[in-house]
């Protein structure tokens, strides 16, 4: 069983809008979004210590992207604003069963999901 299922990625144009949707197959206590360019190194974007919301945004993408969660649906999503060509990437949704609420785009996230595809023409 899939614990892990990424939806919502596409191609868009610079300035538009994405959301991508992670849905958990149980409950898990941090759940982030990771990205990969091509000859880049993985990037945490976004990130939610879920019991209480508290959420940790990358610099690189602060003021445009957001991270949210719907508990009912067990799902954590990542919405993406103003999106430019440099946010080009495979986006992963990753989790942690049990964390600290401090940074948690910090933690060594253990679960990983398969990606979803985000492309930004200019």
């Known amino acids: 069983q899939e614990l892990l299922a990424e939806s919502g990625g596409g191609s868009v144009q610079a300035g538009g809008s994405l959301r991508l949707s992670c849905t958990a197959s149980e409950y898990f206590y941090c759940m982030a979004w990771f990205r990969q360019a091509p000859g880049k190194e993985r990037e945490g974007v976004a990130a939610m210590y879920r019991g209480y919301g508290k959420i940790d945004i990358a610099d690189t993408v602060q003021g445009r992207f957001t991270i949210s969660q719907d508990d009912a649906k067990n799902t954590v999503y990542l919405q993406m604003n103003n999106l430019k060509p440099e946010d080009t990437a495979m986006y992963f949704c990753?989790?942690?069963?049990?964390?600290?609420?401090?940074?948690?785009?910090?933690?060594?996230?253990?679960?990983w999901g398969q990606g979803t595809q985000v492309t930004v023409s200019s």
């Open positions: 990753a989790a942690l069963r049990y964390c600290y609420d401090d940074h948690p785009l910090r933690h060594e996230y253990n679960i």
